[in-house]
């Protein structure tokens, strides 16, 4: 239901005061919740996703979101699968140099950069979600299987440090010269 330009979620509160929610109506939630999490992950990046900001955005209780996200990584690894097809499938695998070029071109789409970029700062992680290592393990499947006479670790660290290197570009351009030389 849009209500207000945002997606409201019909729930029925009892008598008794207290919700039940049926097996159809919990699996729609899930993806619901799901759809929501990428969607903000896409617009507004991995640092946006909290359980305040989630809870807001679907207009339930951050003990709803809780139940479904017990933890920060659960956001991600609910929605693993998405994120692999942003990050894997539109990558040339014809030629080892299809694959750089693609990936390159690849970083003008912020969506691919919002999800490549999650992949290099949960890879740092000590504590990172198992969708980043999700993510590269079916890159590197893709890889093999379409390129398999080539050294498919090198090139996957040719491709995360080419992201790696893009966003500290990105973050030394907006520096101002002038606040350096004070």
């Known amino acids: 239901m849009l209500v207000n330009d945002r997606i409201t979620d019909p729930i029925k509160t009892y008598r008794?005061?207290?919700?039940?929610?049926?097996?159809?109506?919990k699996a729609r939630r899930v993806i619901w919740f799901n759809n929501s999490v990428l969607y903000?992950?896409?617009?507004?990046?991995a640092e946006a996703i909290t359980y305040d900001s989630v809870s807001k955005?679907?207009?339930v209780a951050k003990s709803s979101v809780q139940k479904y996200y017990p933890q920060r990584n659960s956001f991600f690894e609910a929605i693993q699968a998405d994120l692999s097809k942003i990050l894997v499938d539109p990558i040339d695998t014809t030629t080892t140099e299809s694959v750089m070029a693609s990936w390159v071109n690849q970083h003008r789409n912020g969506y691919f950069c919002s999800v490549a970029d999650l992949v290099v700062r949960e890879a740092i992680n000590k504590d990172g979600s198992s969708a980043s290592t999700y993510c590269v393990r079916q890159l590197s499947d893709k890889l093999q299987r379409e390129l398999p006479n080539e050294d498919t670790n090198s090139?996957?660290?040719k491709l995360f440090g080419f992201t790696s290197m893009r966003t500290k570009l990105d973050d030394i351009s907006s520096i101002d010269i002038q606040d350096c030389a004070a």
């Open 16 to 25: 008794d005061g207290y919700v039940r929610i049926s097996k159809e109506e």
């Open 40 to 45: 903000m992950l896409l617009k507004h990046g």
């Open 57 to 59: 955005e679907l207009g």
């Open 155 to 157: 090139l996957i660290f």
